[in-house]
């Protein structure tokens, strides 16, 4: 079975500064991808970042960077220079090999203060 | 449009009654899924439709859930003789390609079951 763990309900940073939010799983499949996705309180959930299973590199999508540590089945987030406007609720996905549905973790509420 | 969009926005039942939750994905989306969230958790992965292939209904919690899509278009969730572990936020996704998944959410449906 195929499970998210995100270990930190909570989590502060000040502005500007750079956060890691962690993010590890659990899968016996030959090939996975893993996604993050931003949650603001309106409720709405943005994709954020995605890395393959089989990529060389981490993946970076502007802020966003994910550290991806295959052999500790790791996927943790990293936002650099953090604005006010990322506080939200952020979740660690899943998609397994030969399917497309997410499983999800419980999430970590980032908070941003000036 | 240009989004998934969902509807009801919000829906009040009476423990007991049958509420239907209505989604339409991006145009071309051949891929739809609905996830539940409760209040304060993760995202729970329901059911999932891809093209013409039988759904992937592994999610759904009980026979009081089914739901239903019309080709590559609408899908409606149903949810009969609601209980009141049923409140939550129901959102729908769709996706286009498999290389990623990048998954596109709708705003969701809050469901209270009074």
């Known amino acids: 079975a195929q499970k998210i763990t995100q270990t930190q309900p909570g989590m502060f940073v000040q502005e500007k500064e750079a956060v890691t939010l962690d993010c590890t799983y659990d899968?016996?499949?030959?090939?996975?991808?893993l996604f993050w996705y931003k949650q603001p309180s309106s409720g709405e959930m943005i994709f954020l970042i995605y890395?393959?299973?089989?990529?060389?590199q981490n993946a970076t999508e502007g802020r966003y960077s994910l550290n991806f540590q295959k052999a500790r089945k790791s996927a943790n987030l990293v936002i650099s220079a953090s604005q006010l406007g990322d506080s939200a609720m952020y979740f660690c996905?899943?998609?397994?090999?030969?399917?497309?549905?997410?499983?999800f973790g419980t999430g970590t509420r980032l908070q941003v203060f000036p | 449009g240009a989004g998934v969009s969902q509807s009801p926005s919000n829906k009040v039942t009476e423990k007991g009654k049958d509420v239907e939750l209505r989604c339409d994905p991006i145009s071309g989306h051949t891929a739809l899924y609905w996830y539940r969230q409760r209040l304060g958790q993760g995202l729970e992965f329901l059911i999932y439709f891809q093209g013409n292939s039988a759904p992937d209904k592994s999610g759904l919690p009980s026979d009081r859930f089914s739901a239903e899509r019309t080709g590559e278009s609408v899908s409606t969730l149903t949810i009969q003789r609601t209980q009141q572990e049923d409140s939550a936020v129901y959102l729908c996704?769709?996706?286009?390609?498999?290389?990623?998944?990048?998954?596109?959410f709708g705003p969701g449906t809050r469901l209270t079951v009074l």
């Open positions: 996905a899943m998609r397994g090999y030969n399917t497309d549905k997410l499983i």
């Open positions: 899968t016996s499949d030959p090939s996975y991808g």
């Open positions: 996704a769709s996706s286009g390609t498999r290389v990623k998944n990048e998954q596109f």
């Open positions: 890395q393959g299973s089989y990529d060389q």
